[in-house]
Nanobody
Framework: QVQLVESGGGSVQAGGSLRLSCAAS????????MAWFRQSPGKEREGVAD???????????YYTDSVKGRFTISRDNGKNTLYLQMNNLKPEDTALYFC????????????????????WGQGTQVTVSS
């Protein structure tokens, strides 16, 4: 059983930065596929970033177009933690951010694009004011 616990959300002004963390436990298989999603009221859940890796080897990272150049996904294998560094935040980034792990489809990329993962965290709220 994989457990995911997000933290690091908060309220910032436009242009500010936040770093989200996702502490993962029980995810013992490799390679690993993990991702960040977000959802704001009245909108569908959106994939923000995705990473597929095995130890120090990263096979791919993907970002949705709206966050490219501003957000960075990374992980600390020793701490079993996934991060999302968010810079130059905009009001449209306001959402509940979720961490997800273990793809439920054939490939990590397919699972990210379809939002189909086996395990999800409870979410952390990010609010960006103008």
């Amino acid at each position: 059983q994989v457990q995911l616990v997000e933290s690091g959300g908060g309220s910032v002004q436009a242009g500010g930065s936040l770093r989200l963390s996702c502490a993962a436990s029980g995810y013992t298989t490799s390679p690993k596929c993990m991702a960040w999603f977000r959802q704001s009221p009245g909108k569908e859940r959106e994939g923000v970033a995705d990473i597929y890796f095995n130890g120090d080897t990263i096979y791919h990272e993907y970002y949705t177009d709206s966050v490219k150049g501003r957000f960075t996904i990374s992980r600390d294998n020793g701490k079993n933690t996934l991060y999302l560094q968010m810079n130059n935040l905009k009001p449209e980034d306001t959402a509940l951010y979720f961490c997800a792990a273990v793809p439920n489809l054939s490939t990590c990329f397919e699972s990210w694009t379809s939002g189909n993962f086996l395990y999800w965290g409870q979410g952390t709220q990010v609010t960006v004011s103008s």
